[in-house]
């Protein structure tokens, strides 16, 4: 399969370097001028966990192919579209009219409704998934991060098409476990207040390293807060009775188990300690007070870490 993964991003690099370990033909799109700014390599310091509970460690120098055009008649199969929240209705409205043939899988983390998110974007075009990876390139250049082995997919009420169908193989044939959901739109939703949740306590912090087990309890609580508000965007949380084990079970258990998870099991400690984009968590936590003021709902843990991400305060 010809593969476009749009920008060069932390999901975008990961990603892409396992598809194309799998036999799949990978370019990257950039923004003109990116190409030569970026090199022809990437530099790999990967916890691949798609087949060891604990990971096994890649470093390696990746010699990639970027374009800095992308024109309606290309013959890409698949484009993989993963962008910062903030940044995904510029990047939509780029591919609407470029789409050509291809599925377009959105790999994203949205707050939008996803119809609206993506209504630039060919409908029956469209596949809906979320990676399993994470981390940040560093000062040095080189991409730190995890692969764990579960990749999210799920649809808007509705069987997957043939198109998604075929989406999903590339990943298991790549070595990713699957995990499906028919509610789509509450899976992002969750996942997103979740993280809200949890960057009270790191932005605080100034760092996703180093949360106590006092800090996950802080965030697990203020996750708690943030249902009604999913709630209130029209979600049925009995479809996510899964997804909510960590954040209904009893505080005193719930804490610890995920502090352990997040500090101890390497491939989540790596994503934890690599991550590098402070501006990401800050627009998370802003995004989600602001819909929570809008819709009247009461968030007081995030109302009292406003200061962490408006910018007024810092560690």
């Known amino acids: 399969m010809k593969i476009l993964m749009f920008g060069r991003g932390v999901i975008a690099a990961a990603y892409g370097w396992a598809l194309e370990r799998a036999g799949h033909h990978v370019e990257f799109y950039v923004r003109p001028g990116r ?16 087949r060891r509970p604990w990971g096994k460690r890649v470093t390696e120098r990746w010699a990639v192919r970027y374009r800095e055009s992308l ?16 940044g995904f209705a510029e ?30 974007l060919p409908a029956d075009q469209i596949a809906w ?29 509705r069987p997957p098409t043939e198109r998604e169908r075929a ?12 995990q499906e959901n028919s509610d789509f739109r509450g ?27 006092g800090h996950v309890r802080e965030a697990v609580l203020a996750t708690r807060e943030l249902l009604p508000l999913v709630e209130a965007r029209g979600v049925d949380l009995r479809r996510h009775r899964k997804e909510l084990l960590p954040f209904r079970a009893p505080i005193w258990l719930a804490a610890p188990a995920l502090a352990w998870l997040f500090g101890r099991f390497p491939p989540s400690r790596v994503v934890m300690e690599a991550h590098a ?29 406003e200061l962490y991400f408006t910018g007024e305060r810092t560690i």
């Open 35 to 50: 190409a030569a700014a970026y090199g022809d390599l990437v530099d790999l310091d990967l916890l691949d966990a798609r």
């Open 71 to 86: 024109e309606p008649d290309h013959d890409f199969d698949l484009i993989v579209l993963s962008v910062q929240h903030y």
């Open 91 to 120: 990047a939509a409205a780029f591919l609407g009219s470029r789409a050509g043939g291809a599925t377009i899988l959105v790999f994203n983390n949205l707050w939008v409704e996803p119809l609206t998110a993506t209504e630039d």
């Open 129 to 157: 998934g979320f990676p399993g990876a994470g981390g940040g390139f560093g000062d040095d250049g080189v991409l730190r991060g995890a692969l764990l082995p579960m990749v999210f997919f799920g649809t808007l009420d």
């Open 167 to 178: 989406v999903r193989q590339v990943f298991r044939e790549a070595g990713f476990r699957i």
């Open 187 to 213: 899976w992002l939703a969750l996942h997103f207040v979740q993280n809200a949740g949890l960057h009270t306590q790191s932005l605080k912090l100034g760092s996703l390293s180093g949360l106590t087990t």
């Open 277 to 305: 984009n402070p501006e990401e968590l800050r627009a998370v936590c802003r995004d989600t007070l602001a819909e929570a003021r809008r819709l009247g709902v009461p968030v007081p843990r995030l109302e009292a870490a």
